[in-house]
């Protein structure tokens, strides 16, 4: 059972920058996977923020595109999410999400990170 821990959250005014940082305490880089950070604000569903498959190609939603940009780290088993040009509706609880598919199918969630950005 991989175990993921988010950290990184925290308060900032509007413009400022995060960065986030999801560790597992096991591999999470298998031949095929998926690494991406969700994010779930007050009253609202939780929606996909940034994403990154085997091949490395990042998808970000438009809502981020161009200031939020996601990347990882083999050795250190490590996805982050760096966040720039906040604003106060990227205010929100930060998921890490992983999915391996070597030997089958397994997904995993961190226990959420707060971002709160003021204007």
């Known amino acids: 059972q991989v175990q993921l821990v988010e950290s990184g959250g925290g308060s900032v005014q509007t413009g400022g920058s995060l960065r986030l940082s999801c560790t597992a305490n096991g591999t999470i880089f298998s031949p095929n996977n998926i690494h991406g950070w969700y994010r779930q604000a007050p009253g609202k569903q939780r929606e996909l923020a940034a994403i990154?498959?085997?091949?490395?190609?990042?998808t970000y939603a438009d809502s981020v595109k161009g200031r939020f940009t996601i990347s990882r780290n083999n050795a250190e088993n490590t996805v982050y999410l760096q966040m720039n040009s906040l604003k106060p509706e990227d205010t929100a609880v930060y998921y890490c999400n992983v999915v391996l598919f070597d030997p089958w199918r397994r997904e995993f969630w961190g226990q959420g990170t707060q971002v709160t950005v003021s204007s």
């Open positions: 990154m498959y085997t091949s490395g190609t990042p």
